[in-house]
């Protein structure tokens, strides 16, 4: 079982960066593919970035594409969500989730995350 708390959210002007991380407790990090979602109010969650659990493979959505980069520092526990160029619409409630899988296959669906963290608000204002 591995438990995840995310941070780094805020609030930030429309163009500019910051980073998400979340931590996962454990010892077995290394094992879990690791994926970011949001949920924007009155919205469903959405995918966002996915990594296996070996950091060689790595996917994003196309909205956040060219902008969006995740990474993950297994000595650390932690995996990490870099936004850059950031917009109003990525607004939204950004969770981590986890699932014990060593497939080199990245992950994009909730369903596919048997753990998720409590989410972290990343407000993008205009």
């Known amino acids: 079982q591995v438990q995840l708390v ?38 469903e969650r959405e995918f966002v970035a996915a ?6 493979s790595t996917t994003t959505a196309d909205s956040v594409k060219g902008r969006f980069a995740i990474s993950r520092d297994n000595a650390k526990n932690t995996v990490y969500l870099q936004m850059n160029s950031l ?18 296959v990245v992950r994009m669906r909730p369903y596919q995350y048997e753990y998720w963290g409590q989410g972290t608000q990343l407000t993008v204002s205009s």
Do not use: H
């Open 6 to 43: 995310e941070s780094g959210g805020g609030l930030v002007q429309a163009g500019g960066s910051l980073r998400l991380s979340c931590a996962a407790s454990g010892r077995t990090f290394s094992s879990y593919a690791m994926g970011w979602f949001r949920q924007a109010p009155g919205k």
């Open 51 to 56: 990594i296996n659990w070996s950091g060689d």
């Open 87 to 104: 917009k109003p619409e990525d607004t939204a409630v950004y969770y981590c989730a986890a699932d014990q899988n060593r497939s080199p």
